[in-house]
Nanobody, 118 residues
């Protein structure tokens, strides 16, 4: 069983920064891509950023140039550095991991709340 645990969310003023962390624990800890998604109230969950095992990254247009995803040594922890935050970034942020052990299996964390407000 794999668990993903997010941390680092909180309340920040517009223009501020936050760093989200996601750590995996359990068995079969081998992932292809890992990433971050978010869901705002009344909206569908959307991709924020992903990073492959080879460190290729992909970002939503809305966060390009402001957010940076990283995954040290392509292991089982992923970070999301969020700068120049805007009120529209307010959402529940979820960590995601694509299993490299069982094809088609994806894992999700419970989410960490990010609120951008003055």
């Amino acid at each position: 069983q794999v668990q993903l645990v997010e941390s680092g969310g909180g309340l920040v003023e517009p223009g501020g920064s936050l760093r989200l962390s996601c750590a995996a624990s359990g068995s079969h800890l081998s992932f292809n891509a890992m990433g971050w998604y978010r869901q705002a109230p009344g909206k569908q969950r959307e991709l924020v950023a992903t990073i492959s095992r080879g460190s290729s990254t992909n970002y939503a247009d809305s966060v390009k140039g402001r957010f940076t995803i990283s995954r040290p040594y392509a292991k089982n922890t992923v970070y999301l550095q969020m700068n120049s935050l805007k009120p529209e970034d307010t959402a529940l942020y979820y960590c995601n991991a694509d299993s490299a052990v069982v094809r088609g299996i994806q894992y999700w964390g419970q989410g960490t709340q990010v609120t951008v407000s003055s």
